[in-house]
């Protein structure tokens, strides 16, 4: 089983949908975990870190749930620009450094 | 704002021979990654480095070394190139948990 995993999609929504996304870990220890955004041919950018509580950015909001180990990203109103794929990330400490591991991605293509 | 900067943009290599990538940053972070991406497969960690001189082994090692003689710069070295390395390569560094992506460097093996 992969330690992260992400449904590849790609997921074509129309613009003003909202879409969400899931991600799942396999490693019950892992302490962070992230969404990064990556454009077509460009390197991927931090678009927020998830908290237990739950966060929210603009359009944007993450959640954990550690019991079913899975953390989801929600895209209200959905803008062309949102188009890009969407990486989870998930780490843990190691032998004292965090290992960090990448999700393949979900790639969202948002339709005029 | 932090800057990661790759050597090259674009590689062509032919297979045997030995590869420099070469990554550096400017804001003084202590760690820093070596990632190659593929279709499907995403990022995979080939190498990391939390200090000067210090490294270790990622999740995919094998046919790379790395080099890390200043704090601000990592080498990661092919040290004979075959076509199975052709991808994309991405340095970041991190000082907590965010890292910061260099722009990738595509290289192609033939």
């Known amino acids: 089983r992969k330690e992260v995993e992400q449904d590849p999609g790609p997921f074509n929504v129309p613009e003003g949908a909202?879409?969400?996304?899931?991600?799942?870990?396999?490693?019950?220890?892992s302490q962070s975990f992230f969404w990064y955004r990556q454009d077509c041919r460009k390197e991927p950018k931090l678009l927020m870190s998830v908290y237990s509580s739950g966060n929210e950015d603009g359009r944007f909001t993450a959640q954990l749930n550690r019991a079913s180990q899975y953390i989801s990203l929600l895209i209200r109103d959905s803008k062309l620009s949102d188009s890009a794929t969407y990486l989870c990330v998930v780490s843990h400490l190691n032998g004292g450094y965090q290992k960090v591991t990448f999700g393949t991605g979900t790639k969202l293509q948002v339709i005029p | 704002d932090v800057k990661v900067t790759q050597s090259s943009r674009y590689l062509v290599k032919r297979t045997g021979e030995k590869v420099f990538l070469e990554c550096v940053q400017d804001m003084d972070h202590?760690?820093?990654f070596w990632y190659r991406q593929d279709p499907g497969l995403?990022?995979?960690?080939?190498?990391?480095?939390?200090d000067v001189k210090m490294k270790e082994k990622g999740d995919i090692p094998e046919g790379y070394s790395v080099s890390r003689e200043k704090k601000e710069r990592f080498s990661l070295i092919l040290e004979s190139a075959s076509t199975n390395q052709t991808s994309m390569y991405l340095c970041a560094s991190s000082l907590q948990l965010e890292a910061f992506f260099g722009q990738g460097t595509r290289l192609t093996v033939v």
Not at chain 1, 18 to 29: D, I, K, P
Not at chain 2, 42 to 47: A, D, K, V
């Open chain 1, 18 to 29: 909202t879409v969400a996304f899931n991600c799942t870990y396999s490693n019950s220890a």
């Open chain 2, 30 to 32: 202590e760690n820093m």
């Open chain 2, 42 to 50: 995403g990022l995979r960690l080939i190498y990391f480095s939390y």
